[in-house]
């Protein structure tokens, strides 16, 4: 399942933030389309090479795969970056490789993404259970059903209609939380692990590691196994005992396939080299691969996962800077030197935009007639922020559409609070009235609003000279109802997200940050 491409407002959020380093696989779209602020590097990069990296960089956030985040790492990271909240995301599920001890301590918030490569997971698992004739077998033996364990079964399941699959589920009577897999005939739930495992020719092992997992597959359980036996792995390699691991070089014909990170499957080639049981000479030599989450498909998952953990960091940081200052919009004019900015259009994004402009000390030029729309309305400034109905948005960007919808309800309450004079009613004659006393406030402020509307064209001449902000309706851009052209970002917000009044705010904060964090690289330009 493709969750989305990453937004555009996304990646915009992503870009006011502080550097990022991302040691973890990328897809090609995001390692092409990231901002600048994000710095890749190959996940093979030494422990020595990250910690000059990490000193170099500062970096305000991490993305890391399957490295092991360690005291040295940690320590470096903090010195390097003495003060603030630091974001560790690890781009997967695991965490048995972060001292999340000492992440707490040096306020390092950390947090993975869990289950969004499952369904590629288990659809590589499915290949290698497969036979020669590209059927399935009869019987399937699922050892835990986790994210990956319950994809599994939903995709055999869909596959073949005669299939029957064993689970192995230490909540054997908890709720399923994918479907109709516990009433399905063809499934049957235990926790006797010699009981499922007793016979079986294909087995796929999913377990998480944990304390109870933790050597569980022990010699006897190899040996209960069918002779022909094949073992489909994504677990780390460590639910095996070494009694085990001893089995399956002197079997036959059990053929395992073992899927995990780089460093996990080193590890693993040390550990049975040191049992005297070396992987290439097993009997039925070991497949060991690094496929499973590797596809592009779900290297895009992983990464929108990613962009929404980052996005969304960005987004509480940004509003905690413009509480922090006020929303008045000043009574008197900007300076004569100061930078100059054109809003094109006078809806009440438009308008809004003009505000955080102003607030940023810019001498402020509107374009656009009295009657002109950009899509919001009052209706839209909600007193809470709900999870929106829109079936066309993924998990993450609904979440996402809901946080936004929250910082801008908080953003909106600061600027009434600030400008007392502004009366926020709910019906149309309010939201006609909201404008026109920040058009006031507005003028006496310095801006200067012009009726005329401009070609495309005539905006693009003009934005050679000075920043231009387009704030559209959503017909007139085709989805997308805030585009900054100038600021080299797309911002888009009611193609994805319910644009309104109270989000319009977010979005004129978040291009105007844009704006002034480009602005010494966009004037060598001119």
């Known amino acids: 399942m493709r969750l989305s491409s990453i937004p555009p407002v996304a990646a915009s959020l992503i870009a006011i933030t502080g550097n990022i380093l991302h040691l973890a696989p990328v897809s090609r779209a995001w390692k092409a389309h990231a901002p600048s602020n994000v710095v890749f590097f190959p996940p093979t990069l030494t422990k020595h090479d990250l910690l000059i990296q990490i000193g170099l960089l500062s970096p305000s956030a991490m993305i890391v795969g399957d490295q092991a985040i360690d005291a040295d790492v940690i320590a470096q990271w903090r010195i390097s970056h003495p003060f603030g909240d630091l974001h560790l995301i690890r781009r997967g599920t695991s965490l048995d490789k972060v001292r999340l001890d000492l992440c707490d301590s040096n306020d390092i918030r950390v947090v993975n993404t869990p289950g ?52 192995l589920d230490r909540h054997a009577q908890g709720p399923d939380t994918l479907g109709k897999a516990r009433s399905d005939s063809r499934v049957s ?25 933790t050597h569980r597959i022990d010699r006897a359980l190899i040996q209960c196994l069918h002779r022909q036996a094949r073992l489909v792995c994504v677990a ?40 005297g049981c070396s992987v290439s000479k097993w009997r039925k030599p070991a497949t060991l691969t690094t496929q499973a989450a590797m596809t592009e498909a779900c290297h895009c998952d992983l990464d929108y996962a990613v962009s929404i953990q980052l996005s969304l ?21 900007a300076d004569a030197g100061a930078p100059r900015v054109s809003i094109i259009g006078r809806g009440i994004n438009g308008l809004l935009q003009a505000v955080m402009f102003r607030l940023a000390n810019y001498q402020v030029s509107v374009y656009g007639g009295n009657q002109q729309s950009d899509g919001a309305s009052l209706s839209a400034a909600e007193k809470t922020a709900k999870p929106l109905s829109n079936e066309y948005l993924t998990p993450g ?19 009434l ?28 402020s310095g801006v200067q609003f012009m009726p005329q509307h401009l070609s495309p064209t005539q905006i693009a001449d003009m934005s050679r000279e000075q920043f231009v902000v387009t704030p559209m309706g959503a017909g007139e851009t085709d989805g997308l109802s805030i585009v900054y052209c100038s600021a080299y970002n797309r911002v888009a917000a009611g193609g ?31």
């Not at 739930?189 to 997992?213: H, M, R, T, Y």
């Open 116 to 167: 969004v490569n499952a369904p590629h997971v288990a659809a590589y698992m499915a290949r290698w259970l497969t036979l020669a004739d590209g059927s399935l077998p009869r019987d399937v033996c699922v050892l835990g059903y986790g994210n990956v364990g319950r994809e599994l079964v939903k995709l055999l399941l869909d596959q073949d209609p005669d299939v029957r699959i064993k689970v």
């Open 189 to 213: 739930f235990g926790v006797d692990l010699f009981g499922a495992l007793d016979g079986a020719s294909a087995v796929a092992i999913c377990l998480s590691l944990n304390d109870e997992s």
């Open 236 to 275: 780390k390699p460590d639910v095996f005992s070494d009694d085990a691991l001893r089995a399956l070089a002197t079997a036959e014909d059990i053929q395992l396939v073992l899927d995990y990170g780089p460093g996990t499957l080193d590890a693993f080639r040390v550990r049975v080299e040191a049992l």
């Open 313 to 333: 960091t960005a987004l509480r940081c940004l509003v905690r800077r413009k509480l922090a200052h006020s929303l008045m919009i000043p009574a008197q004019q």
């Open 397 to 415: 960007n609904q979440y996402l559409a809901v946080e936004c919808n929250r910082a801008g309800i908080e953003l909106f309450e600061k600027f």
């Open 417 to 444: 609070a600030d400008n007392p004079s502004i009366d926020a009613s709910g019906d149309d004659l309010g939201f006609a009235h909201l404008k026109d006393e920040i058009v006031t406030l507005l003028q006496r």
């Open 496 to 526: 994805t997200y319910a644009g309104g009044t109270t989000q319009g705010l977010v979005w004129a904060s978040l291009v105007q940050e844009i704006i002034q964090a480009k602005a010494s690289a966009v004037s060598a330009l001119y």
